[in-house]
């Protein structure tokens, strides 16, 4: 049988992407996550999912929304990184004049490229030429960050092997 999902109150103020997980303990919502544009909020519901769950604990989180004016309810559900990754920069409802997808969207192809190329100097690889660098940056486009960090850990772990 499954389990009951517990009902989300609307969260206080004007509608924005908020993200709202539940406390089981406390039978309580807080908002874990808000901002005016959708990429943010469910970046930051997959990486808080991923730390909860590797603590062993259960998520269940509430994405609102604005739409038409109003606040929606997208989904209310436990949550699973996969779901709730960041949307492309092109099926987010914000405003195109605003520069907070783009600002995020290249903030985190930086992080990834500097996870890519910490693991490669573990690995000892210093000396790159101009295809790697665009190797690297090739694959900090194309990767999300969990992949990006599990090849790191794969650079270091070799470069930490005698040879």
Known sequence: MEKQRPRCPRPPGEPRWVAMFHEPARDTWTVGAESPHPGPVRYAVGDMTRTVRARGGEVTVALWGPENGAWRLFDTAPATAPALAPVPESSTSGSPDSPEPARLAERMTDRRHQVLMAGLSKAGLYDLGPEDGEA?????????????????????AAGSRPH
């Open 136 to 156: 690297v940056r090739v694959l900090a486009d194309r990767l999300d960050e969990p992949t990006v960090r599990r090849v790191a850990h794969w650079l270091a």
